[in-house]
């Protein structure tokens, strides 16, 4: 026959091994109810009485644990340096002249470098080589329409003066 302190701090028994095993598979009580048997002195956890061990047998243990990737295991990403850089070359390009397509440039020649510093984490490698071609290609037709325009030996039709002069 057996003592148990409940968790309210009240002395409950005497009860019998059965009657305890009832209780643990109800939850009333657990491995660290303070117990006594009948006839002893102390109290002590009840997982601490021999007749009582196979009852709390640890939570059997998962088929495998766990597994966390290694570092360097996710895929890389796309360097935002390189992105900004091929979207500004592109619009440098297409619609607003070359001072976005000098920022594409900029910005393209950056992502290259952190992409060369960084290659297990970042892609985009050749996305930042288009970019740097491009804004090169819209600095340069720029240029080239810059001097059309301009050019003051070529025939008065083809200058740009003429245009807006004649």
């Not at 996710?74 to 935002?80: A, Q, R």
Request: charged share 10%; glycine share 12%; net charge positive.
């Amino acid at each position: 026959m057996y003592r148990i302190i409940g968790t309210d701090q009240k002395e409950y028994g005497p009860a019998g091994a059965n009657q305890l095993r009832q209780w643990i598979a109800e939850g009333r009580i657990n491995a660290q109810t303070l117990t006594r048997a009948e006839g002893s002195a102390g109290w002590k956890a009840l997982a601490a009485f021999p007749e009582f061990a196979g009852v709390f047998a640890p939570p059997p243990l998962a088929a495998e644990p766990p597994r966390f990737a290694p570092m360097g295991a996710y895929p890389p990403k796309n360097s935002s340096m390189a992105v900004a850089g091929f979207v500004c070359s592109l619009l440098g390009l297409m619609c607003c002249g070359p001072f976005v397509s000098i920022l594409g440039l900029v910005f393209s020649i950056i992502g290259l470098v952190e992409i060369n510093r960084n290659p297990a984490q970042l892609n985009g490698k050749s996305m930042a080589i288009a970019g740097i071609v491009l804004s090169a290609v819209g600095c340069l037709m720029f240029l080239a329409g810059f001097a059309i325009a301009f050019w003051p030996g070529l025939p008065k039709g083809i200058r740009f003066h003429h245009f807006w002069h004649s």
